[in-house]
């Protein structure tokens, strides 16, 4: 697979290349989009980074820990896109529209193929793997690309947020990490600052109580919980910690001014009953417009701008008839 990759990636050589993730960036999307940057410039283009709508603040800090410098487009012309850990256009914002008539589309991601990977003229997705760092990882090892320990470090970063600090970690999280560590990476202190993070953050901690205030909560399946609430930002965060809460499918709603996102969690419960975050996100984007993509246990759908007391309304009852029927099921 990797190797049938790199072999086509040769189509790269002398061209600008435009990398780019979804909006709002998030550690795994920024370390992609390093090593995006660095195999290109190994097979001889000319590439650079935009990140719509910027990078997440935790990416943020874990650019500023590790002191990688990335190169970021100037407006210049490109002859090819490079995207990584985003399976349908909406998530690339307006970028899409400079990706969409490229003459040459490359995607990497670790979702449930979407609208890109329909019109991607070279792709690696793997719904099986946990992140999309992990993958890029191990396409750069193939090539003999070895990046400083600075960038592994960032690169483990990815690994470590996407899979919950290994939780939910597939076979090739645990070889890229492998790799990483043999290039120098400093695993702990990427794990300790996660983990300050997550205890100590003022905005998180105020945005979950926030989540908590205005929580809807829905019965079904007999034992399964399903809530739903709305932040103004961290709705994967937020819904994470409502997982952990005992929550079996949470829904967290955040509009970012112009755009509403859901991020959809569910429990190892849930799943076993046949409830997927998957499967919530696209019937959430088929009813009230936009589009959805994930994995089974964690998802986010895009939607149209609405008011945010009727995407509640509707998320719960998307949610509920989901699990009831699955829980028969249909």
Known sequence: MFEEFLAELTKLRGKSVLVTTHMNADPDAVSSALIALRLSELYGAKPCVTFPQGISKLAREMLDLTGVMLKYCNGTSTEACFVVDASNSVQLGEVWSTCSSVPLKVLVDHHLPGNI?????????DPTASSATELMVMLAHKADLRLSPQEATLASSGIYYDTRTFSYASRYAFKAMSVLLDWGCDHKRVSKALAVRKRGDLSLRMAVLKALSRLKLERACEDLL???????????????????????????????????????????????????????????????????????????????????EVVVEEAAKVAYGRASRACSGR
């Open 226 to 308: 399903i809530v739903t609430t709305h932040v103004g930002s961290f709705e994967s965060d937020v819904a994470n910690v409502l997982l952990s809460l005992g929550a079996d499918v949470a829904l967290v709603i955040s509009d970012k001014g112009g755009a509403l996102r859901v991020s959809v969690r569910t429990s190892d419960r849930a799943l076993s009953k046949g409830v997927r975050a998957y499967d919530i996100s696209l019937l959430l984007a088929e009813k009230l417009g936009g589009e959805g993509g994930g994995h089974e246990a964690a998802a986010m759908a895009h939607l149209k701008v609405m008011p945010l």
């Open 117 to 125: 990977a329909e019109v991607a003229d070279l792709k690696l997705v």
